[in-house]
């Protein structure tokens, strides 16, 4: 595309939680998901001292692509992809980071009243209150098309954030066109499980997608077979249709994912030369740190410093800097 420029800002193959991206038309500067956060508990271990050092580049990522962004985009009000209007070292946030985000900027958010859970409505509404008169203009958005000079923004409907029915909530995608370029950034539709999303996305016929992928690491948990399958049997239909795909997030917290792409590959007879993580988007290697954290702590064990730090309650781990 030589119109709309997509720059990935952060997500697990960066190192940290989020679908974070900046999407750069000839008029217009998009943050979508200015969100970055870390597992509290992965393997039963906190975060290494090397996630809160990719956290922390990430948070400056999004910080300095949000001085480029005339408009702020929220999917859904999870902490992984939005900025809190609260201080927390798990999203590398201060008291006022959330100003530096959103304010002057045209937020274009997830409607919090309908389609959403109890937390999330929470979340959202305390973040309303903390933006409305910072922020230069503030839209609810689900199922919406802005124009802003001769850039379109659309918002798809709520969708499940994954199978139909999960307690997880709604999300929103987001189509940024441009004369006859499309990206669409489908965020936490885990492959997506949801029919109707497919549907969707093919139908949108982007030609980027940013996607969401199936979240492998809790097949069997939290998530039934059954879902995973129909979750990456609708991605690798996706990868069949599209010209570029980004595959991120949930997916991504599989240390074996890679291998488990590629036998999805062999057996439906696609490549997967068209499939990118956004690190290898961007040119780097990937750092499935998330993915990686009991081996980190194995083979890297912090020093004792970082070890009170961490095991301090929250209210006084924040008012001290990470040792890293």
């Not at 959330?98 to 859970?117: A, H, P, Q």
């Not at 709520?158 to 950034?185: A, C, N, Q, S, Y």
């Not at 961490?310 to 781990?317: C, E, Q, S, V």
Request: aromatic share 10%; charged share 30%; proline share 6%.
């Amino acid at each position: 595309m030589g119109k709309i420029r997509v720059v990935p800002l952060a997500d697990e193959s960066l190192g940290v939680r989020s679908m974070s991206v900046y999407v750069q038309t000839p008029d217009l500067g998009i943050l979508i998901d200015a969100g970055v956060s870390l597992a509290p508990r992965r393997y039963g271990l906190p975060p290494h001292p090397s996630e809160f050092i990719k956290l922390r580049e990430a948070r400056e990522r999004i910080l300095n692509y949000s001085r480029l962004s005339e408009v702020v985009i929220i999917s859904h009000y999870h902490l992984d992809h939005y900025t809190p209007s609260f201080p927390s070292w798990y999203e590398w946030t201060r008291e006022d980071t959330y100003e530096e985000i959103y304010g002057d900027k045209i937020v274009l958010m997830k409607d919090f009243s309908n389609n959403i859970n109890y937390r999330q409505m929470v979340r959202a509404k305390y973040l309303y209150e903390a933006i409305k008169d910072k922020a230069y203009k503030i839209l609810q958005v689900d199922g919406k098309t802005i124009r802003i000079g001769d850039t379109i923004v659309k918002f798809s409907k709520p969708f499940p954030h994954g199978p139909p029915g999960t307690r997880l909530g709604w999300v929103l995608m987001t189509t940024v066109i441009f004369d006859d370029e499309k990206v669409v950034h489908a965020s936490d539709i885990q492959g997506p499980m949801d029919h109707n999303a497919l549907e969707y996305i093919i139908e949108e016929r982007p030609d980027i997608l940013i996607l969401g992928g199936p979240p492998l690491y809790l097949e069997g948990k939290k998530v039934s077979m059954a879902d995973i399958e129909r979750g990456m049997k609708n991605m690798i239909e996706l990868i069949r249709r599209m010209n570029i795909v980004i595959l991120s997030h949930h997916t991504l917290r599989d240390p074996g994912w890679k291998d488990r792409l590629n036998s999805a590959f062999i057996e439906s007879g696609e490549s997967e030369n068209k499939v990118f993580t956004m690190a290898e988007y961007r040119g780097m290697d990937n750092m499935l740190l998330e993915a990686r954290r009991k081996e980190l702590w194995e083979k890297m064990p912090p020093n004792e410093e970082f070890i009170r730090w961490i095991n301090l309650k929250g209210k006084d781990r924040i008012k001290v800097h990470p040792p890293l």
